[in-house]
T-cell receptor, first 116, second 111 residues
Framework: NAGVTQTPKFRILKIGQSMTLQCTQDMNHNYMYWYRQDPGMGLKLIYYSVGAGITDKGEVPNGYNVSRSTTEDFPLRLELAAPSQTSVYFC???????????????FGSGTQLSVL | GQQVMQIPQYQHVQEGEDFTTYCNSSTTLSNIQWYKQRPGGHPVFLIQLVKSGEVKKQKRLTFQFGEAKKNSSLHITATQTTDVGTYFCAVPSGSARQLTFGSGTQLTVLP
């Protein structure tokens, strides 16, 4: 099983450039998430989705956009990249538990992004 | 949103010593999850605790959920170099469809 696959693994952007981080999962999970992790820090939720066509903001959504056209894919778009967006980005997915509570998260291997 | 305090931020131990990390919430939690992230890696799920006073063991790891469901701990007995990494607790937040992570405890094990 591939699980959660993220591409690319590394990327360097110039200030003002745009890019899309790809995330796909093959576990038929309803819930998908994007987190960012700054060096030595915890994980901050950027956006999440509870199903195809449904997305919602997390703790730090500014400067990002997402879409969820299929159950499998949940791309994260960075518009007008800024140095503050230098971070490691993790995509994760989860099944929908009892009473729609999130179950355990399966993480992708991450994308290390530098904005210079 | 939901916040959870995790302490300590860093812990250095000699191999063979024990290690404990704690998570504390100001509100009652429906459940709490624990994850481990190896250096350069991604977080990996360890366990979920749901019941008040619950204790679960995985080999040398012991997880506890407080009686009031406001705190939790992860204890490692006789640490090994393979235990190196950052340990995070995570709690449901918002509509309970999100997970909020603690700030993590970075464990270093000295051989």
């Amino acid at each position: 099983n591939a699980g959660v696959t993220q591409t690319p693994k590394f990327r360097i952007l110039k200030i003002g450039q745009s890019m899309t981080l790809q995330c796909t999962q093959d576990m038929n999970h309803n819930y998908m998430y994007w987190y960012r992790q700054d060096p030595g820090m915890g994980l901050k939720l950027i956006y999440y989705s509870v199903g195809a066509g449904i997305t919602d903001k997390g703790e730090v959504p500014n400067g990002y956009n997402v879409s969820r056209s299929t159950t499998e894919d949940f791309p994260l778009r960075l518009e007008l990249a800024a140095p503050s967006q230098t971070s490691v980005y993790f995509c994760a997915s989860s099944s929908r538990g009892r009473f729609e509570v999130v179950e355990k998260l399966f993480f992708g291997s991450g994308t290390q992004l530098s904005v210079l | 949103g939901q916040q959870v305090m995790q302490i300590p931020q860093y812990q250095h131990v000699q191999e063979g010593e024990d290690f404990t990390t704690y998570c504390n919430s100001s509100t009652t939690l429906s459940n709490i999850q624990w994850y481990k992230q190896r250096p350069g890696g991604h977080p990996v799920f360890l366990i979920q605790l749901v019941k008040s006073g619950e204790v679960k063991k995985q080999k040398r790891l012991t997880f506890q959920f407080g009686e009031a469901k406001k705190n939790s701990s992860l204890h490692i007995t006789a640490t090994q170099t393979t235990d190196v990494g950052t340990y995070f607790c995570a709690v449901p937040s918002g509509s309970a469809r999100q997970l909020t992570f603690g700030s993590g405890t970075q464990l270093t094990v000295l051989p």
